[in-house]
């Protein structure tokens, strides 16, 4: 499976957007998929992941409240939409799958990344 990310951009503080997950080659219909962010000079860090059936979410601590995972198994595809954007979510933004029922906010268990999708979030 291959995993194309898109919809990052330059957004002022306290604006919203989605980002996109578009998945080819196989159905992620079964996977868990994740979000992750990388911001310059820093590691990279969880921001949410879902379930195969939308049923478990889970978020990092820093954006729960704010970043929403949702996903559209008919289309192959996972979002994440993102309101109430602040400078410090600025970053490169990552889609990941699982192959596990469970959600997961560890690397490690994500086996197949999507290229990144700049978000700049201006104050």
């Known amino acids: 499976v291959q995993l194309q990310a898109s919809g990052g951009g330059l957004v002022q503080a306290g604006g919203s957007l989605r980002l996109s997950c578009v998945a080819s080659g196989d159905t992620i219909s079964s996977y868990v998929m994740g979000w992750f962010r990388q911001a310059p000079g820093k590691e990279r860090e969880f921001v949410g992941s879902?379930?195969?059936?939308?049923?478990?979410?889970k978020y990092g601590d820093s954006v729960k409240g704010r970043f929403i995972c949702s996903r559209d198994n008919a289309k192959n595809t996972v979002y994440l939409q993102m309101d109430s954007l602040k400078p410090e979510d600025t970053a490169v933004y990552y889609c990941?799958?699982?192959?596990?029922?469970?959600?997961?906010?560890?690397?490690?268990?994500?086996?197949?990344w999507g290229q990144g999708t700049l978000v700049t979030v201006s104050s």
């Open positions: 879902i379930s195969w059936n939308s049923a478990y979410l």
């Open positions: 990941a799958t699982a192959r596990r029922l469970l959600t997961s906010k560890y690397e490690v268990d994500y086996n197949v």
